[in-house]
T-cell receptor, first 113, second 112 residues
Framework: DVKVTQSSRYLVKRTGEKVFLECVQDMDHENMFWYRQDPGLGLRLIYFSYDVKMKEKGDIPEGYSVSREKKERFSLILESASTNQTSMYLC????????????FGSGTQLSVL | GENVEQHPSTLSVQEGDSAVIKCTYSDSASNYFPWYKQELGKRPQLIIDIRSNVGEKKDQRIAVTLNKTAKHFSLHITETQPEDSAVYFCAASIEGNNDMRFGAGTRLTVKP
């Protein structure tokens, strides 16, 4: 069974802090994604990566950056956390083509105070 | 880019009734349409998907229909059960583009 692991289930940070959200998958998937989930807005794509060191902006990349130094790991970085970035963050991975099942992590609930 | 709209945002049905959730998409090049179910406190999981070369797909009590001309697709759940209560997300993607866009979600409640 594919496992997508997010390092933290809950995280509380202060405004202005630099925040790292880590995601690791164990199925050698090429594609990895970061989504943000907010009530009434569904899942919004922040960034995705289709290969090591490759990244593409999604719909809401402002205030975020990503890093993919190894195939299995995709990190989301909040350079200077703000209160409007309080949200549930979901990582996902999929095989070579995105027209395949997405495997999601359990999510990280981030609160920025 | 692709834009996916989903309706209704909430849906309440009696156990045993049918439930229908509808989605529209904007980019006619989209050719893959999955549906994800997210139970409370859990991760989204794929329940059914359809590709643009077919108009309907069934899996037991769940079915999805696709109308490419109108650019909309729907999820149909028959004989609903309390365990069907969850948030359902539709999504669309374009082959060759390595991303997927989701609808805003529908919270389905099945009353015993």
């Amino acid at each position: 069974d594919v496992k997508v692991t997010q390092s933290s289930r809950y995280l509380v940070k202060r405004t202005g802090e630099k925040v790292f959200l880590e995601c690791v998958q164990d199925m050698d998937h090429e594609n990895m994604f970061w989504y943000r989930q907010d009530p009434g807005l569904g899942l919004r794509l922040i960034y995705f990566s289709y290969d090591v060191k490759m990244k593409e902006k999604g719909d809401i990349p402002e205030g975020y950056s990503v890093s993919r130094e190894k195939k299995e790991r995709f990190s989301l970085i909040l350079e200077s956390a703000s209160t409007n970035q309080t949200s549930m963050y979901l990582c996902a991975s999929s095989p070579r083509t995105v027209n395949e099942k997405l495997f999601f992590g359990s999510g990280t609930q981030l609160s920025v105070l | 880019g692709e834009n996916v709209e989903q309706h209704p945002s909430t849906l309440s049905v009696q156990e045993g009734d049918s439930a229908v959730i509808k989605c529209t998409y904007s980019d006619s090049a989209s050719n893959y349409f999955p549906w994800y179910k997210q139970e409370l406190g859990k991760r989204p999981q794929l329940i059914i998907d359809i590709r643009s070369n077919v108009g309907e797909k069934k899996d037991q009590r769940i079915a999805v229909t696709l109308n490419k001309t109108a650019k909309h697709f729907s999820l149909h759940i028959t004989e609903t059960q309390p365990e069907d209560s969850a948030v359902y997300f539709c999504a669309a993607s374009i082959e060759g583009n390595n991303d997927m866009r989701f609808g805003a979600g529908t919270r389905l409640t099945v009353k015993p």
